[in-house]
């Protein structure tokens, strides 16, 4: 069984920046894409990033473009979110998403960690 941990999350002030990571741990893993989406107060979760394992294409939701970043390390079957420039409305649960080879869609999720951005 493969779980997903993230890590790195907290507490910032605007404009700052916090750096995200999420492990894969378990049975060989090697999925078709690993993501990022956030879940704020009152909303519902949203996709944030992505990267495609094989060949490592990235791909953002515009509100976040060009301050976010995401990487991913294969060997340590760890992926990375790297977040600059934060604004308040970037505050949410965030959470680490896998899709699996042979799924349609994220398939194995992590249990989420917290992001407060605030004055």
């Known amino acids: 069984q493969v779980h997903l941990v993230e890590a790195g999350g907290g507490s910032v002030q605007i404009g700052g920046s916090l750096r995200l990571s999420c492990a894969a741990s378990?049975?060989?893993?090697?999925?078709?894409?690993m993501g990022w989406f956030r879940e704020a107060p009152g909303k519902e979760r949203e996709f944030v990033s992505s990267?495609?394992?094989?060949?490592?294409?990235?791909y953002y939701t515009n509100s976040v473009e060009g301050r976010f970043t995401i990487s991913r390390d294969i060997r340590k079957n760890t992926i990375y979110l790297q977040m600059n420039v934060l604004k308040p409305e970037d505050t949410a649960v965030y959470y680490c998403?896998?899709?699996?080879?042979?799924?349609?869609?994220?398939?194995?999720w992590g249990q989420g960690t917290l992001v407060t951005v605030s004055s």
């Open positions: 990267i495609r394992w094989s060949v490592g294409n990235p």
């Open positions: 998403a896998a899709q699996r080879t042979g799924a349609q869609t994220y398939d194995l």
């Open positions: 378990g049975r060989p893993f090697s999925p078709v894409a």
